[in-house]
């Protein structure tokens, strides 16, 4: 099994930035890609950014240059962080961390405010 705790979220004016953590624990040592999803009121989630366990990186097109996704990978414990710059109210939404262990799975999401 694996667990995803998502930590991070909040209220930031516009043109801020914030950084989310995510600890992943459990059966890491064969997950090869971790990644940073979002939903936003009304809309389907959306991938925002993954990363594989030897640091390749894929972003929604929209977000690249403002999002910085990374990991840090420790004995049966994994944290992967999503940097986000220059903060928009378009951004605002609950953000999840996920990755695939016998299926999709899913941290309980962190919710980020962003102000105009």
């Known amino acids: 099994q694996v667990q995803l705790v998502e930590s991070g979220g909040g209220l930031v004016q516009a043109g801020g930035s914030l950084t989310l953590s995510c600890v992943v624990s459990g059966s890491v040592f064969n997950i090869n890609e971790m990644g940073w999803y979002r939903q936003a009121p009304g809309n389907q989630r959306e991938l925002v950014a993954s990363?594989?366990?030897?640091?390749?990186?894929?972003?929604a097109e929209s977000l690249k240059g403002r999002f910085i996704i990374s990991i840090s990978k420790a004995h049966a414990k994994n944290m992967v962080f999503l940097q986000m710059n220059s903060l928009k109210p378009e951004d605002t939404a609950v953000y999840y961390c996920?990755?695939?262990?016998?299926?999709?799975?899913w941290g309980q999401g962190t919710q980020v405010t962003v102000s105009s």
């Open positions: 990363i594989t366990s030897d640091g390749n990186t894929n972003y």
């Open positions: 996920s990755t695939i262990w016998n299926g999709r799975k």
